[in-house]
């Protein structure tokens, strides 16, 4: 059973900073990409970013510049480090992993969210 444990949401005054943290476990073969997306009240969940294997990156208009993706491949680890926070910011943040993994000799390649870490910015 894969799993997917977030960590380092809280609340924080605008213009702070905050690192997420997300550990994938269980019986994992590959890692293709991990990342974040977030969920804002009324909101649809929208990208924040994220990073493949081979350390490829893409983040979403609204972080460029102020959001660094980071993974750690031997703790099946991605990490999100954001800057001059926004209250805009404000939202659930998800981490997402794009993984295969092996049950009773299947191998199958899936999707997995994590059950979320609540931000919030304070004006």
């Known amino acids: 059973q894969v799993q997917l444990v977030e960590s380092g949401g809280g609340l924080v005054q605008a213009g702070g900073s905050l690192r997420l943290s997300c550990a994938a476990s269980?019986?994992?073969?590959?890692?293709?990409?991990m990342g974040w997306y977030r969920q804002g009240q009324g909101k649809q969940r929208e990208l924040v970013a994220i990073?493949?294997?081979?350390?490829?990156?893409n983040y979403a208009d609204s972080v460029k510049g102020r959001g660094t993706i980071s993974r750690d491949n031997a703790k099946n680890t991605v990490y999100l480090q954001m800057n001059s926070l926004e209250p805009e910011d404000t939202a659930v943040y998800y981490c997402?992993?794009?993984?295969?993994?092996?049950?009773?000799?299947?191998?199958?390649?899936?999707?997995?969210w994590g059950q979320g870490t609540q931000v919030t910015v304070s004006s």
């Open positions: 269980g019986s994992i073969s590959n890692i293709y990409a």
């Open positions: 997402y992993a794009d993984l295969r993994s092996v049950r009773g000799g299947q191998s199958r390649r899936s999707n997995y």
């Open positions: 990073i493949t294997n081979s350390g490829n990156t």
